[in-house]
């Protein structure tokens, strides 16, 4: 049975860049089956998509994150990571990570989410 | 940046059909296949249709979507008071290189 959990600081101070790993077991990131992706939630608001990475390594992002997010595959390929530059108190949300079934086209999977704020 | 709209709320009481629209454009239902989410209080979301109109297995059939032109529905048929959550459409937009985007979100209410 699949399983994802996200893992990182739950706090993070202005204009640093937070770090987020996602840790999968029962499934292989390198199957061409599937992509791997970070969505978001604010508090009290909807969903926002971040990005995906096709392994080993083609990335996807918002066009809205781009010039601030890079995703990547570990190298131990368990796990895929997130990391967004220069936060501010907008960024601060539920983070999730993600399956995304390449021919689905939908995110079939997800971790429980973990909680990001930004604050000083 | 949500270009899908969605109605904010919607309620029912145990065994109506309730609808949920979800508005596009072009670019995005137009011409890509609608994904739908449940998402229950305090959990992550779970797919609950994919491709316009399929369900993943162990969703119950009481759950349906549709698709026509830059439009989508979900409808829920034989309302429970387990349904009581957010559900969020979703479709891959081709404008700015291309980009997954979700719904606004529509909280349903059982009564």
Wanted: hydrophobic letters at 30%.
């Amino acid at each position: 049975q699949l399983h994802l959990q996200e893992s990182g600081p739950g706090l993070v101070k202005p204009s640093e860049t937070l770090s987020l790993s996602c840790s999968v077991s029962g499934g292989s990131i390198s199957s061409i089956t599937y992509y791997w992706g970070w969505i978001r939630q604010p508090p009290g608001k909807g969903l926002e998509w971040i990005g995906n990475i096709f392994y080993p390594g083609s990335a996807y992002y918002n066009p809205s994150l781009k010039s601030r997010v890079a995703i990547s595959v570990d190298t131990s390929n368990t796990q895929f990571s997130l990391k967004l530059s220069s936060v501010t108190a907008a960024d601060t949300a539920v983070y999730y990570c993600a399956r995304r079934h390449v021919e689905r086209g939908a995110f079939d999977f997800w971790g429980q989410g973990t909680m990001v704020t930004v604050s000083s | 940046q949500s270009v899908l709209t969605q109605p904010p709320s919607a309620s029912g009481t145990p065994g109506q059909r309730v609808t949920i629209s979800c508005s596009g454009s072009s670019s995005n239902i137009g011409s890509n296949t609608v994904n739908w989410y449940q998402q229950l209080p305090g959990t992550a979301p779970k797919l609950l249709i994919y491709n316009n109109n399929q369900r993943p297995s162990g969703v119950p059939d009481r759950f349906s979507g549709s698709k026509s032109g830059t439009s989508a529905s979900l409808a829920i048929s034989g309302l429970q008071s387990e349904d009581e959550a957010g559900y969020f459409c979703a479709a891959w937009d081709d404008s700015l290189h291309g980009f997954y985007v979700f719904g606004t979100g529509t909280k349903v209410t059982v009564l």
